[in-house]
Protein backbone atom coordinates (compact mmCIF):
# COMPACT_ATOMS: atom_id res chain seq x y z
CA UNK A 1 0.00 0.00 0.00
CA UNK A 2 1.27 3.41 -0.76
CA UNK A 3 -0.16 6.41 1.90
CA UNK A 4 -3.20 6.78 -0.21
CA UNK A 5 -4.08 3.44 0.63
CA UNK A 6 -3.57 2.72 -2.88
CA UNK A 7 -1.25 -0.57 -4.51
CA UNK A 8 1.44 -0.73 -5.46
CA UNK A 9 1.78 -4.15 -7.59
CA UNK A 10 1.96 -4.11 -10.96
CA UNK A 11 -0.81 -6.46 -12.85
CA UNK A 12 0.31 -8.85 -14.85
CA UNK A 13 -0.87 -9.39 -18.57
CA UNK A 14 -3.14 -11.91 -17.53
CA UNK A 15 -5.00 -9.93 -14.67
CA UNK A 16 -5.01 -7.43 -16.85
CA UNK A 17 -7.30 -9.11 -19.59
CA UNK A 18 -9.42 -9.72 -17.11
CA UNK A 19 -10.08 -6.38 -16.33
CA UNK A 20 -10.79 -5.83 -19.77
CA UNK A 21 -13.56 -9.14 -19.81
CA UNK A 22 -14.97 -7.53 -16.97
CA UNK A 23 -15.49 -4.04 -19.08
CA UNK A 24 -16.71 -5.79 -22.23
CA UNK A 25 -19.13 -8.14 -20.23
CA UNK A 26 -20.71 -5.00 -18.27
CA UNK A 27 -21.00 -3.42 -21.16
CA UNK A 28 -22.66 -5.99 -22.86
CA UNK A 29 -24.97 -7.07 -20.07
CA UNK A 30 -25.52 -3.55 -19.84
CA UNK A 31 -27.06 -2.67 -22.49
CA UNK A 32 -28.79 -6.02 -22.65
CA UNK A 33 -30.62 -4.98 -19.00
CA UNK A 34 -31.49 -1.55 -21.14
CA UNK A 35 -33.02 -3.51 -23.56
CA UNK A 36 -34.72 -6.04 -21.29
CA UNK A 37 -36.46 -3.54 -19.25
CA UNK A 38 -37.81 -0.90 -22.25
CA UNK A 39 -39.43 -3.92 -24.03
CA UNK A 40 -41.07 -5.37 -20.72
CA UNK A 41 -42.21 -1.73 -19.99
CA UNK A 42 -43.40 -1.75 -24.25
CA UNK A 43 -45.04 -5.38 -23.74
CA UNK A 44 -47.20 -3.63 -20.26
CA UNK A 45 -47.89 -0.14 -21.19
CA UNK A 46 -47.61 -0.10 -25.05
CA UNK A 47 -46.01 2.82 -26.97
CA UNK A 48 -42.75 1.21 -27.50
CA UNK A 49 -41.36 4.30 -28.97
CA UNK A 50 -41.87 6.36 -25.76
CA UNK A 51 -40.99 3.51 -23.26
CA UNK A 52 -37.82 2.68 -24.95
CA UNK A 53 -36.35 6.54 -25.32
CA UNK A 54 -37.52 7.19 -21.83
CA UNK A 55 -36.12 4.45 -20.21
CA UNK A 56 -33.09 3.84 -21.62
CA UNK A 57 -32.88 7.92 -21.01
CA UNK A 58 -33.04 7.43 -17.79
CA UNK A 59 -30.20 5.19 -17.32
CA UNK A 60 -28.22 6.80 -19.07
CA UNK A 61 -28.77 9.77 -16.75
CA UNK A 62 -28.42 7.46 -13.44
CA UNK A 63 -25.37 6.49 -15.27
CA UNK A 64 -23.92 9.85 -14.77
CA UNK A 65 -24.51 10.13 -11.04
CA UNK A 66 -23.24 6.66 -10.56
CA UNK A 67 -20.10 7.73 -12.45
CA UNK A 68 -19.88 11.33 -10.21
CA UNK A 69 -20.18 9.40 -6.54
CA UNK A 70 -17.55 6.37 -7.16
CA UNK A 71 -15.21 9.82 -6.94
CA UNK A 72 -16.26 9.89 -3.03
CA UNK A 73 -14.49 6.24 -2.61
CA UNK A 74 -11.19 6.35 -1.50
CA UNK A 75 -8.55 3.92 -3.21
CA UNK A 76 -8.47 1.45 -0.71
CA UNK A 77 -10.04 -2.13 -1.42
CA UNK A 78 -11.18 -0.78 -4.57
CA UNK A 79 -11.36 -4.19 -6.18
CA UNK A 80 -13.34 -5.20 -3.27
CA UNK A 81 -16.28 -2.25 -3.99
CA UNK A 82 -15.99 -2.93 -8.03
CA UNK A 83 -16.72 -6.78 -7.55
CA UNK A 84 -19.48 -6.28 -5.07
CA UNK A 85 -20.89 -3.61 -6.70
CA UNK A 86 -21.06 -6.28 -10.15
CA UNK A 87 -22.41 -9.00 -8.23
CA UNK A 88 -25.00 -6.26 -6.89
CA UNK A 89 -25.78 -5.55 -10.85
CA UNK A 90 -26.17 -9.05 -11.98
CA UNK A 91 -28.92 -9.42 -8.49
CA UNK A 92 -30.76 -6.35 -9.57
CA UNK A 93 -30.77 -6.73 -13.56
CA UNK A 94 -31.95 -10.56 -13.13
CA UNK A 95 -34.53 -9.73 -10.67
CA UNK A 96 -35.93 -6.78 -11.68
CA UNK A 97 -38.58 -7.77 -15.35
CA UNK A 98 -40.47 -10.40 -12.86
CA UNK A 99 -40.13 -7.90 -9.76
CA UNK A 100 -41.53 -5.41 -12.08
CA UNK A 101 -44.45 -7.75 -13.75
CA UNK A 102 -46.02 -8.53 -10.43
CA UNK A 103 -45.86 -5.14 -9.47
CA UNK A 104 -47.58 -4.44 -12.43
CA UNK A 105 -50.55 -6.47 -11.71
CA UNK A 106 -50.58 -6.41 -8.03
CA UNK A 107 -49.82 -3.21 -7.21
CA UNK A 108 -50.39 -0.95 -10.31
CA UNK A 109 -50.68 2.09 -8.38
CA UNK A 110 -46.63 1.52 -7.19
CA UNK A 111 -45.72 0.21 -10.38
CA UNK A 112 -44.01 3.35 -11.62
CA UNK A 113 -41.84 3.40 -8.36
CA UNK A 114 -40.77 -0.22 -8.46
CA UNK A 115 -40.39 0.22 -11.99
CA UNK A 116 -38.09 3.48 -12.03
CA UNK A 117 -36.37 1.84 -8.69
CA UNK A 118 -34.62 -1.03 -11.13
CA UNK A 119 -33.98 1.27 -13.84
CA UNK A 120 -32.17 3.97 -11.80
CA UNK A 121 -30.28 1.06 -9.70
CA UNK A 122 -29.11 -0.73 -12.13
CA UNK A 123 -28.36 2.62 -13.92
CA UNK A 124 -26.64 4.12 -11.52
CA UNK A 125 -24.23 0.64 -11.11
CA UNK A 126 -23.13 0.47 -14.36
CA UNK A 127 -22.47 4.06 -14.45
CA UNK A 128 -20.20 3.38 -10.95
CA UNK A 129 -18.34 0.35 -12.30
CA UNK A 130 -16.90 2.36 -15.21
CA UNK A 131 -14.91 5.25 -13.66
CA UNK A 132 -13.84 2.91 -10.84
CA UNK A 133 -12.94 0.16 -13.06
CA UNK A 134 -10.45 2.91 -14.81
CA UNK A 135 -9.06 3.98 -11.07
CA UNK A 136 -8.17 -0.05 -11.02
CA UNK A 137 -6.47 0.16 -14.34
CA UNK A 138 -4.66 3.08 -13.73
CA UNK A 139 -2.15 0.88 -10.94
CA UNK A 140 -1.65 -1.26 -14.70
CA UNK A 141 -1.45 1.29 -17.49
CA UNK A 142 -0.45 4.20 -16.13
CA UNK A 143 -0.56 6.70 -19.25
CA UNK A 144 -4.72 8.23 -19.30
CA UNK A 145 -4.67 7.96 -23.09
CA UNK A 146 -4.27 3.88 -22.87
CA UNK A 147 -6.02 3.53 -20.03
CA UNK A 148 -9.35 5.22 -21.02
CA UNK A 149 -8.69 4.21 -24.49
CA UNK A 150 -8.90 0.91 -23.79
CA UNK A 151 -11.35 0.75 -21.27
CA UNK A 152 -14.06 2.30 -23.18
CA UNK A 153 -13.30 0.62 -26.60
CA UNK A 154 -13.60 -2.79 -24.39
CA UNK A 155 -16.70 -0.94 -23.75
CA UNK A 156 -17.98 -0.17 -26.76
CA UNK A 157 -17.69 -3.32 -28.18
CA UNK A 158 -19.08 -5.01 -25.67
CA UNK A 159 -22.42 -2.70 -25.85
CA UNK A 160 -22.00 -3.52 -29.60
CA UNK A 161 -22.19 -7.22 -28.94
CA UNK A 162 -24.96 -7.81 -26.51
CA UNK A 163 -26.76 -5.79 -28.55
CA UNK A 164 -26.31 -8.14 -31.20
CA UNK A 165 -26.90 -11.41 -28.67
CA UNK A 166 -30.15 -9.49 -27.54
CA UNK A 167 -31.51 -9.08 -30.47
CA UNK A 168 -30.53 -12.18 -32.48
CA UNK A 169 -29.47 -14.71 -30.36
CA UNK A 170 -30.88 -14.94 -26.88
CA UNK A 171 -34.91 -14.40 -27.86
CA UNK A 172 -34.69 -17.84 -30.30
CA UNK A 173 -34.07 -19.55 -26.97
CA UNK A 174 -35.55 -17.29 -23.94
CA UNK A 175 -38.39 -15.11 -22.98
CA UNK A 176 -37.77 -12.24 -21.63
CA UNK A 177 -37.28 -13.22 -17.82
CA UNK A 178 -35.69 -15.90 -18.87
CA UNK A 179 -33.04 -13.61 -20.30
CA UNK A 180 -32.70 -10.84 -17.58
CA UNK A 181 -31.34 -14.05 -15.34
CA UNK A 182 -29.18 -15.19 -18.20
CA UNK A 183 -27.33 -11.82 -18.16
CA UNK A 184 -27.92 -11.72 -14.43
CA UNK A 185 -25.74 -15.60 -14.35
CA UNK A 186 -23.22 -13.78 -16.74
CA UNK A 187 -22.72 -10.74 -14.80
CA UNK A 188 -22.38 -12.75 -12.04
CA UNK A 189 -19.96 -15.17 -13.13
CA UNK A 190 -17.84 -12.76 -14.34
CA UNK A 191 -17.36 -11.19 -11.16
CA UNK A 192 -16.51 -14.79 -9.57
CA UNK A 193 -13.73 -14.81 -12.44
CA UNK A 194 -12.24 -11.88 -11.34
CA UNK A 195 -12.46 -12.81 -7.66
CA UNK A 196 -10.13 -15.86 -8.58
CA UNK A 197 -7.86 -14.16 -10.27
CA UNK A 198 -7.41 -10.77 -7.65
CA UNK A 199 -8.15 -13.02 -4.86
CA UNK A 200 -5.05 -11.96 -3.18
CA UNK A 201 -5.64 -8.31 -3.72
CA UNK A 202 -9.01 -8.22 -2.46
CA UNK A 203 -9.87 -7.01 0.97
CA UNK A 204 -12.50 -9.57 3.03
CA UNK A 205 -11.57 -12.19 0.16
CA UNK A 206 -13.18 -15.04 1.87
CA UNK A 207 -16.48 -13.11 2.77
CA UNK A 208 -16.88 -11.51 -0.85
CA UNK A 209 -16.05 -15.20 -1.76
CA UNK A 210 -19.70 -16.63 0.21
CA UNK A 211 -21.44 -13.21 -1.02
CA UNK A 212 -20.49 -14.44 -4.76
CA UNK A 213 -21.45 -17.99 -4.00
CA UNK A 214 -24.96 -17.35 -2.55
CA UNK A 215 -25.37 -14.58 -5.81
CA UNK A 216 -24.53 -17.17 -8.42
CA UNK A 217 -27.09 -19.43 -6.41
CA UNK A 218 -29.68 -17.03 -6.67
CA UNK A 219 -29.42 -16.34 -10.72
CA UNK A 220 -28.95 -19.93 -11.16
CA UNK A 221 -31.89 -20.98 -8.93
CA UNK A 222 -34.33 -17.60 -10.14
CA UNK A 223 -33.70 -18.76 -13.70
CA UNK A 224 -35.05 -22.24 -13.50
CA UNK A 225 -37.94 -21.27 -11.77
CA UNK A 226 -38.43 -18.09 -14.31
CA UNK A 227 -40.99 -19.33 -16.56
CA UNK A 228 -43.32 -20.50 -13.13
CA UNK A 229 -42.71 -17.29 -11.58
CA UNK A 230 -43.94 -15.53 -14.75
CA UNK A 231 -47.08 -17.39 -15.42
CA UNK A 232 -48.03 -16.32 -11.61
CA UNK A 233 -47.10 -13.16 -11.94
CA UNK A 234 -49.12 -12.60 -15.53
CA UNK A 235 -52.19 -14.20 -14.18
CA UNK A 236 -52.47 -11.17 -11.78
CA UNK A 237 -52.98 -9.08 -15.06
CA UNK A 238 -55.97 -11.23 -16.33
CA UNK A 239 -59.90 -11.92 -15.27
CA UNK A 240 -59.68 -15.35 -16.61
CA UNK A 241 -57.42 -18.27 -15.87
CA UNK A 242 -54.10 -18.03 -18.54
CA UNK A 243 -54.95 -21.48 -20.84
CA UNK A 244 -51.62 -20.49 -23.01
CA UNK A 245 -48.62 -18.06 -23.00
CA UNK A 246 -45.91 -17.87 -25.54
CA UNK A 247 -43.46 -15.02 -27.01
CA UNK A 248 -42.39 -14.81 -29.99
CA UNK A 249 -39.36 -12.44 -31.81
CA UNK A 250 -42.44 -10.73 -32.48
CA UNK A 251 -45.08 -10.45 -29.95
CA UNK A 252 -46.12 -11.81 -26.63
CA UNK A 253 -49.43 -14.08 -27.15
CA UNK A 254 -51.74 -15.10 -24.32
CA UNK A 255 -54.90 -16.78 -24.39
CA UNK A 256 -57.68 -16.96 -21.65
CA UNK A 257 -60.85 -18.78 -21.17
CA UNK A 258 -63.68 -17.75 -18.93
CA UNK A 259 -65.76 -19.99 -16.96
CA UNK A 260 -68.17 -20.01 -19.47
CA UNK A 261 -65.89 -21.24 -21.92
CA UNK A 262 -65.25 -17.80 -23.84
CA UNK A 263 -61.67 -17.68 -25.34
CA UNK A 264 -59.51 -13.96 -24.91
CA UNK A 265 -56.53 -13.32 -27.21
CA UNK A 266 -53.97 -10.66 -26.59
CA UNK A 267 -51.06 -9.74 -28.15
CA UNK A 268 -48.34 -7.93 -25.64
CA UNK A 269 -51.22 -7.63 -22.61
CA UNK A 270 -53.45 -5.46 -25.05
CA UNK A 271 -57.03 -7.33 -26.25
CA UNK A 272 -57.41 -8.55 -29.47
CA UNK A 273 -60.71 -9.96 -29.59
CA UNK A 274 -62.66 -13.18 -27.72
CA UNK A 275 -64.59 -15.86 -29.17
CA UNK A 276 -68.07 -14.51 -28.40
CA UNK A 277 -68.00 -11.49 -30.72
CA UNK A 278 -64.73 -12.14 -33.01
CA UNK A 279 -66.77 -11.82 -35.56
CA UNK A 280 -67.61 -8.17 -35.24
CA UNK A 281 -64.15 -7.67 -35.91
CA UNK A 282 -63.16 -10.74 -38.65
CA UNK A 283 -66.08 -11.01 -40.76
CA UNK A 284 -65.93 -7.27 -41.59
CA UNK A 285 -62.08 -8.43 -42.92
CA UNK A 286 -63.21 -11.19 -44.98
CA UNK A 287 -66.50 -10.18 -46.56
CA UNK A 288 -65.32 -7.35 -48.93
CA UNK A 289 -62.97 -9.52 -50.06
CA UNK A 290 -64.88 -12.69 -50.64
CA UNK A 291 -67.76 -10.19 -52.24
CA UNK A 292 -65.18 -8.94 -54.98
Known sequence: ?????????????????????????????????????????SDLLGNSVEQWAIIIGVMMFFMGVGSDLQKHLIDRGLLSKFLLA???????????????????????????????FFIGSIG?????????LMRINAKYSEEIKFNIGGILKMDYVGALCGALAWVFILPKFFSTTQ??????????????????????HVD???????????????????????????????????????????????????????K?????MFINGHLQFNSQDEQIYHENLVHPAMLI
Open 1 to 41: MDESGGWKFRLPATESMVLYLSIFVMGGCGLAYEYTLSKLS
Open 86 to 116: ELTLGICGAFAPIIILDAYGRFPEHFVLVQY
Open 124 to 132: LLIGFEIPL
Open 179 to 200: MAFVLGITTVATAGVGLVYFYR
Open 204 to 258: HAKALSAITAISLVLVIGGFNIADTWTAHAEQALYRDPIVYANTSKYQHVVLTES
Open 260 to 264: TGATS
